[in-house]
């Protein structure tokens, strides 16, 4: 479940490309669905993008894209309500918790 987004409506399926070498590329993808259905929500993702070598900006660097039920983009970028919500997370602005 979902505890940021939508603050509990959604269960979701996370995903997460990892790169090879380094952090740039690395990826989380979280499709969501209605609690107890199998109706679609949106799907989000975040990408770190390239520091170019800068460790500061490797912290911050993200993009987040927001892809809506039916496919439609909604927003992508650096959104600032996504960044803002995680630069409070406790592991390099990625919420992580365990399989239950």
Do not use: N
């Amino acid at each position: 479940m979902s505890l940021g987004h939508a603050g509990g409506r959604y269960e979701a399926d996370v995903f997460a490309t990892l790169p090879e070498a380094g952090r740039d590329g690395e990826r989380f993808v979280e499709e969501m669905f209605e609690r107890g259905t199998i109706r679609p929500g949106p799907t989000y993702m975040m990408e770190r993008l390239p520091s170019g070598g800068d460790a500061s900006a490797a912290e911050s660097a993200w993009r987040y894209v927001v892809v809506g039920p039916r496919g439609e983009l909604v927003k992508e970028g650096p959104i600032e309500s996504c960044a803002r919500c995680h630069a409070e997370a406790p592991h390099d602005h990625v919420f992580l918790r365990k399989a239950q």
